[in-house]
């Protein structure tokens, strides 16, 4: 720890054993304390003067403000060159006011009773205790506990899933009061790392449970590393008391769960009970030494069965024994019993319970369906009473059962998805064709695995690659209970500030030493930014840092004279060229989108009709492309259109307005970012559909580089006119665009433009109409600038002449520009993120169907040489990953008016390769994957997943995350092919 902190000089100062040396080390709640010298300290004279000093000081004050609270101080005493102590003590902090009483008269059991004491607090629900009992456990694995008790209200709401477990705690209120069911149990566990979630979740669930706290429905366990707010994982441990569980069980007429409470009912009678069901008769046998007594006995668990009322159970019928038991009691009943006693139970009486378990499960009862599925996934009940188990929760939808399972350690699909699906087809459920398994640990939201099996050939609700699980995940959402309030860590002390903290406060500090600026107290009233005493401050700071600033250019300029000067006179003065015409007298040529004649008899190069073959090499698989098509060169800078600030969507939208002049709208557009721009080849999408019976059909490919779905949904329903919306949308791209947690920075860019400011404001149902600045034809080259645009352009010329002409290189800055830009040169490698399209030959041009053709191959082993690694955690494209925000509202209002214009839309997840999916990224697309899932059944599109279909095909991808043209030929051959997708005919 540190001479720096004051702990170390208080523990030389109330110890006072001369030539001691002491060491101290804080791990978890617990502060461990080493005592050594030439001679072993004495145990009783340190423990004797550190309990004293303790129960003056509050240790708290002599730790960092960071440091968890303390529960236990161990000391350990060893000679000076020795590996281990020769002896240790434990110092409960909680109970020192024991100790000190024990000071005068030791007695050895002092300790076993304070530990016992604690044990007690904590069975009593005291947070303060139970966060020490935990600790015991989980501080040898440096991992501090807090914890707090707060009130949760209980759901009250219909149609809630059918669960095993937590009924018991609404069906059984009599030894619970009102306000102790609201009673939630509150855990946060930190440490300097992130400790594996399975290392801990079965022992704290454990821990918890032994306890047996009356009145507590549930435990939230937070794991954190020490400093961050974010947890990094969440566990929900059931608290129902193991008595109230095993009721719940017996209701449903469980033999085992019946044993074990009437034998908890007789244990003072020292008979041990056994039970046997035969037919609707329950046969239970009392057995001891002596015969036990049948009057006592019965009116022991005559009540308790009663109460219980087993399901399907019609009678009971108790046998009196003597004897030692029988080893397997529920083989046999016996042939000569001391005596017997019959009773009838509510079952015969009451209907709803005559019916065994068994049959409720055969004819559709979700809840004996959870209780029977419960039992088999959990064949020994010592440990799900001790753990929990695992937890069920079934919904029903339409012909397909959703089954949720989760548990403190995710249970296994292996071991789960198969047993369950098999049962249930066992029930032979008439409107049931099929079954969804899920499983995740107890407190997630969402599962890690899904398991499904359809029981008859039916029609997938979404259509994917394996239609069993099409309708799964649309209704995972209905499968998670439903809590009162969000999952958030609950408020303790405050921690130590961060290092980006202090390193703003050290500024804050320097410019406050210049007197220029003072640092306003977080405490003042905001009307003291207004007081008449703040003003001449920050005039002064304006006026000083503006001299300053005014200073430093003109010396930098002059400088930067000096040394470029002698350069220049040095370089020959180049020859004189034509001046170029003026802006206003150019003229954009038309851009025609028809083939010349004869284009389709011309044999050779890229401009041949069909597919080019290129074969890369001896060994090496021959990779397909589409001719390359001629490039449209649009000047955006000459556009008639307000721009958007990006340039690429000027430029497709000039094309695109030139591409439907020419041949009418498109039945098929292509839309998303460059990843779409790049990944789907619109010549070869159109020549697949031929040969699939969609003849003449156009595809257009209008992706943009940076686009989201705030961005898709602008261009679909407010750019397009209605007379130029397509026939059907495939909107390809990738988790990236529909992140939340990641700025939209191409839509902010377009949100500020001009060109923005010009759409209409357009109800999600009505086509779009766009205003005149959007429907002036391209004949029409004349700039549209705004009064204001032009008044300002015309200052700011006025503005750089005159300040050009007290420069000193200003005159020069065309030389100086070219001077640099042969001088300098840069190496790929200097950025770990590289610009495909700037080391790409011919990019940056895209063809007259809009697609961006690129002919570069990714390669592992070199790319990696040249650029950096980025590992999914540290990838800005998956920072504060959000699914439920803007971008979602986006693709609801294009999907609604996709709907209302009878266009189909199609969404599709592009493909990724395999060095770019590791762990994490993969996890994060998953749940991307299950969220266009639920989706696309709630809003109606049509999802196709091609995230791994060509990931271990390197040559199909320019990058680890873009397609080439190999790959985005593969793509659109794939999806023209793809049956599940509604093509229309012209």
Known sequence: MGSRLPLLPWLYRVIGIPHTHLQVR??????????????????????????????????ETLLPPSQPKVYQVILYGRKSGESRPQWADVIHLAQLDRYLENLDDPKPEVTVAIELANLGMARRGRPDAIARYLSESLTSLGVAVRASVKSAALPEEAGMP???????????????????????????????????????????????????????????VFS??????????????????????????????????????????VRDQGVEISATLMDITLHVTAQRETPPEKQRLFAAIAPLIDTIAPQGIHSMAVYGLSGSPNPMPHLSIPDSPVWVQWMDLPAKEHRALSESTRELAKQGDLSAIAFLLTRQLNPNLNDQLATGGIRLQIRQKEDLLHIMTDAPVCPSQGQVGAKVANYIRGLNLPEVQGVRVYGRRSGQKRPLWSYGVDFLTRDSLIPEATPEFAASDAYVGDLLTKEPGALTVPEFEETEPSAWDRIVEAIQGTLART????????????????????????????????ILGILLTVQADWLLGQFVKPLLASKPAPTASPAPQPPEQMTLPELSLQKTPGFESIGSGFTQSGSTLLTPGSGSTALLASPLKPKAAIDTSRSPYPTFNAPQLDEKFMLYRQYVAQNGAPDVLIV????????????????????????????????????????????????????????????????????????????????????????????????????????????????????????????????????GQ????????????????????????????????????????????????????????????????????????????????????????????????????VVI??????????????????????????????????????????????????????????????????????????????
Request: with cysteine.
């Open 806 to 905: 007290l420069s000193t290189v200003w005159s020069d800055r065309n030389k100086l520009q070219t001077l640099l830009k042969s001088s300098l040169t840069f190496s790929s490698i200097a950025s770990s993120e590289p610009d495909p399209e700037s080391t790409i030959e011919g990019a940056g041009l895209i063809d007259i169907n809009g697609f961006l053709p690129i002919s570069n191959r990714f390669n592992p082993v070199t790319y990696y040489q040249k650029f950096s690694r980025v590992p999914g955690e540290s990838d800005a494209d998956y920072a504060d990953f959000n699914l439920d925000g803007v971008q979602t509202q986006a693709l609801r209002s294009l999907a609604q008016y996709t709907k209302s214009q009878d266009i189909p839309l």
């Open 162 to 220: 059918q669960t095993a477990n937590l009924s018991s705690v609404l069906s059984s209120t009599a030894s619970l009061t009102p306000q102790a069911l609201l009673n939630r149990l509150w855990v946060v566990c930190e440490s300097a790392y992130s400790p594996d979630s399975t290392l801990l979740t079965e022992t704290i669930a454990q821990k918890l449970r032994d306890l047996e706290l009356d009145g507590f429905r549930d435990a939230i």
């Open 672 to 803: 998303g970012s460059s990843r779409a721009m790049r990944g789907i080849d619109p010549v070869v999408l159109e020549q697949t559909l031929a040969t699939q019976g969609y003849p003449g059909m156009r595809v257009f490919n209008f992706g943009i580089n940076g686009a989201t779905v705030q961005v898709v949904d602008l261009v679909v329903r407010r750019l397009l006119a209605s007379e130029q919306q397509p026939k059907l949308i495939l909107f390809a791209d990738g988790l990236r665009a529909f992140n939340d947690g990641r700025p939209d920075v191409t839509f902010n860019a377009i949100a500020s433009s001009p060109g923005f400011r010009k759409l209409p404001e357009i109800a999600v149902e009505s086509a779009p109409n766009p205003t005149q600045a959007f429907t002036k034809p391209l004949e029409t080259l004349a700039r549209t600038q705004t009064t204001v645009a032009d008044r300002y352009q015309s200052f700011n010329d006025q503005l750089l002449q005159q300040v």
């Open 26 to 59: 804080l791990r978890g709640n617990n502060l461990y304390i080493l005592a050594e010298g030439r001679n072993c300290p004495e145990r009783s004279l340190i423990f004797t003067h550190l309990v004293r000093a303790l129960s003056k000081t509050e240790i």
């Open 909 to 986: 997840n592009l493909p990724l390769t395999e060095q770019y999916l590791d762990l994490y990224r993969r996890e994060r697309e998953q749940q991307f994957q299950q969220h266009l899932m639920r989706l696309s059944g709630e809003l109606g599109f049509t999802y196709r997943d091609l995230l791994e279909n060509w990931k271990n095909t390197p040559d199909f991808f320019s990058d680890p995350s873009h397609l080439n043209r190999y790959g985005a030929y593969a793509v659109a051959a794939h999806l023209g092919k793809d049956p599940l997708i509604p093509w229309r005919k012209r």
């Open 224 to 265: 954190r590393v020490r400093g961050e707010t974010k947890p990094e994982w969440v566990l929900r441990v059931d608290l129902t008391p193991p008595q109230e569980m095993l009721k719940d069980w017996a209701r449903w007429g469980d033999i085992e769960a019946l044993t074990r409470l009437m034998n908890n009912a």
């Open 515 to 546: 007197r220029i600026f003072t640092i306003e107290s977080e405490t003042a009233p905001n009307t003291a930014r207004a007081t008449q005493s703040a003003v001449p401050n920050e005039a002064k700071a304006a006026i000083v840092w503006g």
